[in-house]
């Protein structure tokens, strides 16, 4: 419970700040940073401003999308097990008590079935937007609102990072960075982007 409250309250608006950061001095070109973003976009030949700032954005979206997609069944299993010893060691341990039983009963409920809920929400938000950034690629010559569709869907990605409950593995992406970094690039080609 401390190191969840620490991280939460924290590290992970800490880390967060710094991303942001990052992204905008990538994106636009600001200096918010002491020290440049390195490394971590694959669009260096795009020109900072909006449409760089969109493509960064849904590189962001596609890696966090399928990261979480990818979780998605250890959250499952994991929620299974847990939920499974919980509900076996509750029983025998408080059988035919009637106000325990029904007290256990929300608890469960709300510390595993929660974060499956949640984790569910995440991947189906993040998929939605991705689709919308997609959507913007495809209308991009003709569309006079670009900076503020830009600025839309950066502030939807960051919103529903913002409610997201749980950190996204590290195994995981570097299990799939390789993967995902490919299959960017032949997203950036099918759709023209950096052109």
Partial sequence: YILDLYTETFLYPATARKRRKGFIDNSLGSKFLEKATQNYYSNDEINVGPYKMLVNCCENCYFTFNIAKAMLPIIVLKNIFFSIVALAIAYFGINNNLIAIPVLQILLSSLFITELVHHINFVVKLNQLFEKFLDAFVNIKDNSLFLQQAVLLYVEYETVLAYNKAPLSDKVY??????????????KERYEISQ
Avoid: M, P, V
């Fill in 174 to 187: 570097n299990k799939l960075n390789q993967k995902l970094t490919k299959e960017w690039e032949e997203i």
